[in-house]
């Protein structure tokens, strides 16, 4: 496991808060060094809301060490934010539980399957706060799955809805799909209104 990329000051992962993001990846590699990111996130905790660990390409619930990471750049009064798609049940009960972690980023683009339904009933049991990046995808996201995952969802702390954009797209299954128009996605944001405290749309 590396560490390969870190990003100072990120403000459009969590809207309002300023976090440090680490980008960290299984195998090996040079990447960049784990110790001057914690040097520098040290530097600047007083202006930091928190610290995000997310990966670019899978998940850092993957990674079996990712605590080491963690256990390194964590600082005193700030979150420890894990940006997962909520696969690892059994990861994400180690880090949560030992303390490693205290807010979780679940990145999503249809309803939460099973798998990540007991991600979610695991955080909320253990009191850990969490957050839904939602991106509305015309055929995983409708009126009625986003019914369904209010049901779900409905301890959550924030929800973001982010625009489709096919040209970003890398999944060939559904790159095709024309994006929802605003008035759609200001109707299915309507849905979500009063099932978390705080609904945004990007």
């Known amino acids: 496991m590396f560490v390969t990329k870190y990003s100072r000051i990120n403000t459009t992962m969590c809207p309002g808060s300023y976090l440090s993001v680490i980008y960290v990846s299984e195998g090996e590699g040079e990447g960049v060094s784990l110790v001057q990111v914690a040097n520098t996130i040290r530097e600047d905790r007083d202006s930091l809301d928190g610290v995000a660990i997310a990966c670019e390409d899978g ?83 409708s009126e009625q799955s986003m019914k369904d995952m209010m049901e779900v969802i409905h301890s959550c702390k924030r929800l973001i809805l982010l625009p489709f954009d ?37």
């Open 59 to 141: 998940d850092p619930l993957y990674i079996d060490d990712l605590y080491t990471v963690i256990k390194n750049v964590k600082q005193p009064n700030l979150d420890m934010i894990l940006v997962t798609e909520g696969r690892g049940y059994r990861n994400l009960d180690d880090l949560v539980g030992a303390g490693y972690i205290n807010f979780v980023n679940f990145v999503m683009d249809s309803t939460p399957d099973k798998e990540q339904r007991d991600c979610i009933r695991l955080l909320t049991d253990a009191g850990c706060p969490y957050m839904i990046t939602l991106t509305m995808i015309p055929g995983r996201v």
């Open 166 to 202: 096919p040209a970003k797209c890398k999944n060939p299954t559904v790159a095709h799909m024309k994006p929802f128009t605003k008035k759609e996605m200001m109707s299915l944001a309507a849905l979500a209104k009063g099932a978390t405290v705080d609904v945004i749309m990007v």
